[in-house]
């Protein structure tokens, strides 16, 4: 029965361990600038991982409720942080949140403060698209 015991003991701690070490790989993973790659992974960063790689945002306005001081959606505004396909910085990228997750991504070809008429929306896939 020790033998059954052990080999159980052993497995449980084999998990526990490849569970932390994917969990510390999700952690230095960092978050891609090219701008297909930065929509598509964009979803499974938080704010503060957000913070840790590119600073505190140009730019942000939370939203709350009504009576209350709950920050229920975030829009923040980040400079040259994203690349097109043919290499050119974006001026600004906007990052919507609901939460604590990214929903929404917008790359913009101006400062951000004179309207979005040259803007690209795109929706942030809850999953990652099979490529």
Excluded: C
Excluded at 16 to 21: C, H, I, P, V
Excluded at 82 to 87: E, F, R, V
Excluded at 107 to 126: C, H, L, M, R
């Amino acid at each position: 029965m020790k033998p059954i015991a052990l080999i159980v003991v052993i497995f449980t701690q084999m998990a526990y361990m490849q569970a932390a070490t994917a969990e510390e790989a999700k952690d230095t993973t960092e978050i891609p600038t090219l701008e297909r790659d930065f929509v598509n992974a964009i979803h499974g960063f938080d704010k503060a991982k957000i913070i840790a790689q590119f600073g505190e945002p140009a730019k942000a306005d939370d939203v709350k409720i009504k009576g209350t001081q709950k920050v229920v959606a975030s829009i923040w505004q980040y400079h040259f942080i994203n690349t097109a396909p043919d290499g050119s910085y974006y001026e600004t990228t906007e990052l919507d949140f609901i939460d604590d997750k990214v929903v929404q991504v917008v790359f913009i070809n101006n400062d951000g403060y004179e309207g979005s008429d040259k803007a690209q929306t795109f929706e942030v896939p809850t999953t990652s698209p099979d490529i």
